[in-house]
């Protein structure tokens, strides 16, 4: 209730959120919201513009791009936070075990994870869509197998923060089973830290899928997809650049969205975060007059 509270109060997050949640539904519900199939060629209308039937237009296929957009938010957003629960539910395990167990359990998912780290992430992508062969699964599958790793470290170093707490340690020392110290005690302090680091890791992964896609790698033809949506119009970005415009505008309000929230989440689940905030805010216009004060006396 109190992150709620401090969320409430922060305007940029409220409207975040409201974003947010309005794509989600829209994906979800596309067929509802969608005017006009998605697929479906029509010649003559190739590059038509804006119209009251096709409010954005259509595209090199006279295909609805109003259309073709609110389908991609399926795989430009929808199942990015699918692959995100995954990752995060396959770290968060792990680094649970590692930090709380330490010992060998530690040093042997700690060295997994430095192994998978090792390698740059779109390196490791692309090799993985090399054997697996190209499109939107494939790439999903690598992120899971990439992502899971950096979840694990950073949930871990969270985990042993706390694992060293006087109540855990009594927890312990009273024979309390571990799964019931681990699911009671450690996971509802963690979890403000996991829900930070998935806000923030959301927008970059918004962002590589597009990237694979408008590359070709990712979903293929004739499905829609943001990052294909760009790729399909940059033939004629100088001649008709407002077919770069609907995807490029969507990718951007997302993301932002992801990472105002991120910012805002930090925020509302550290006080601390708050009460600095609150000061700079306040000492601002001090700080000013100072400076002034200075600059008269020199």
Not at 49 to 74: A, K
Not at 148 to 164: D, G, H, K, L, N
Request: glycine content about 6%; hydrophobic content about 55%; charged content about 15%.
């Amino acid at each position: 209730m109190r992150v709620l509270k401090n969320l409430s109060k922060d305007k940029l997050a409220v409207i975040s959120i409201l974003v947010i949640v309005v794509i989600i539904i829209v994906g979800i519900f596309a067929p509802i919201f969608a005017p006009h199939d998605p697929n479906k060629v029509n010649m003559p209308l190739r590059y038509a513009g804006f119209s009251w039937e096709y409010l954005l237009g259509n595209d090199h296929l006279g295909r609805c791009i109003l259309s073709r957009l609110i389908y991609g938010i399926r795989p430009s957003v929808l199942w990015v936070l699918v692959v995100l629960l995954i990752s995060v539910l396959i770290g968060a395990i792990l680094g649970f075990l590692a930090g709380y167990f330490r010992g060998t359990v530690d040093a042997f998912i700690m060295r997994a994870c430095d192994i998978m780290l090792s390698f740059p992430g779109y390196v490791m992508a692309l090799a993985i869509v090399g054997i697996l062969g190209m499109g939107l699964e494939n790439i999903l599958i690598a992120f899971i197998l990439i992502k899971w790793a950096w979840f694990a470290r950073i949930i871990r170093t969270s985990v042993m923060q706390y694992a060293e707490l006087d109540y855990v340690k009594f927890s312990k020392a009273s024979g309390t089973n571990h799964i019931k110290i681990i699911y009671k005690h450690i996971v509802p302090v963690t979890f403000s830290d996991i829900a930070v680091i998935s806000s923030s890791a959301i927008g970059s992964m918004i962002l590589q899928i597009s990237g694979f896609s408008f590359l070709g790698l990712g979903i293929q033809a004739p499905n829609a997809e943001w990052g294909m949506m760009l790729n399909e119009a940059r033939e004629v970005m100088f001649t008709r650049p407002e077919l770069m415009l609907a995807p490029g505008l969507a990718i951007f309000i997302v993301v932002s969205a992801f990472n105002f929230l991120s910012d805002a989440l930090q925020v509302a689940l550290d006080p601390k975060l708050a009460n600095s905030k609150n000061m700079h805010q306040e000492n601002l216009p001090l700080s000013k007059i100072k400076l002034q004060e200075k600059e008269v006396a020199n």
